[in-house]
């Protein structure tokens, strides 16, 4: 009897022994980290793919041992049927357990996209076909396409996207990249309208944000863009052409070769706000919450005039004459 209990025990032993020893094994391989590059490592899931080929792949580039034990830690948590396409971004330390929670939360790498004050619809369009993380759908759309693809209710792209650094994923299409900083410019310019100073000679919120694309394109300097505004603004309700050059250049478009002359501003076109009274018809450039709401809240004060100092700056002047000596100093070096 004792003989038979040794014969069936033995392999029992031998038996549980291995369960064991391949269960602590495996509990050792799910809180192990992967072997990754110090630095990181960007990896994708692809759409469709499932954890054993996943695993291999792992595997195969020498980040994962064990694979069959990925598979089964995906069964054990029921992560393997939620893992989410994408690009992540692999960081060490980094475990199977936290891979698996990492590639099931969709959380994938995201990149920059920065939208610069200032910058034109047409300097825009080409920083997006550059940027090789996104998906070119505007690539083949005219600019009336994409104004009625976004439901822009204006005559221009230029000026309709908020200024912003966007964090988008590997494959984000640049319609939807545009789509997002168009709804946030039209807030902005909504809550800024909202809140503007009385008595002021805009009519709707795209003026606001045409005078405003103006501001921008006049001065970098925060604290000078209410005083520019103010100018603007006092001009425009005494019937006073707003005579700025960034308009002129903007209706010179690839005319213009980086030396603006005095034909240039007696050059006519819709944009020359020598040749023309009033607002002109479209945005310059795209204009950021700060020069926003420095055109819905212009400083007061009487100048009506300015001038570039050379150093980024500006000189403001009350009369012409004033103006006048102003422009021989700075201008004319005289």
């Not at 994409?146 to 792209?157: F, H, K, N, Q, T």
């Not at 789509?179 to 009519?203: F, M």
């Not at 450039?285 to 809240?297: E, Q």
Request: glycine letters at 6%.
């Amino acid at each position: 009897m004792k003989r038979w209990i040794v014969i069936v025990a033995c392999p029992l032993f031998c038996i549980g022994l291995v369960a064991w020893m391949l269960w602590h094994d495996y509990r050792q391989f799910t809180e192990t980290p992967l072997a990754l590059p110090e630095k990181g490592v960007t990896f994708t899931v692809h759409r469709g793919e499932t954890l054993s080929g996943l695993s291999e792949r792992l595997a195969r580039e020498g980040w994962l041992e064990k694979p069959f034990y990925l598979k089964l830690l995906g069964r054990e948590t029921g992560l393997a049927s939620r893992l989410r396409a994408g690009e992540y971004f692999l960081q060490p330390p980094l475990t199977p357990r936290e891979l698996l929670a990492l590639l099931a939360s969709g959380k994938v790498r995201q990149y920059p996209f920065t939208i610069i004050e200032g910058t034109t619809w047409r300097e825009l369009r080409a920083r997006l076909e550059s940027a090789d993380f996104l998906e070119h759908r505007i690539s083949d759309m005219t600019d009336d396409a994409v104004l009625s693809a976004l439901e822009i209710p204006w005559p221009s792209l230029e000026g309709a996207f908020l200024p912003d650094t966007w964090f988008v994923p590997r494959g984000e299409t640049d319609l939807a990249l545009l789509a997002r900083a168009w709804r946030a410019l039209r807030k902005v310019l909504d809550e800024e309208w909202a809140a503007r100073a009385p008595d002021l000679p805009l009519k709707t919120p795209y003026e606001a944000l045409i005078l405003a694309s103006i501001i921008e394109k006049e001065t970098a300097v925060p604290e000078e863009r209410p005083m520019i505004a103010g100018v603007f603004i006092r001009r425009l309700q005494r019937g006073m052409r707003l005579q700025t050059d960034p308009t002129v250049i903007y209706g010179l478009g690839e005319a213009f070769d980086g030396n603006l002359r005095r034909r240039d501003l007696k050059r006519d076109t819709p944009w020359n706000t020598y040749t023309r009274k009033g607002l002109p018809p479209t945005p310059i450039a795209m204009a950021g919450r700060a020069a926003i709401h420095a055109a819905l809240h212009p400083a007061p004060g009487d100048a009506l005039y300015f001038v570039a100092t050379g150093d980024g700056r500006h000189v403001f002047s009350r009369t012409l004459e004033e103006h006048n000596r102003a422009v021989r100093r700075y201008q004319l070096k005289k």
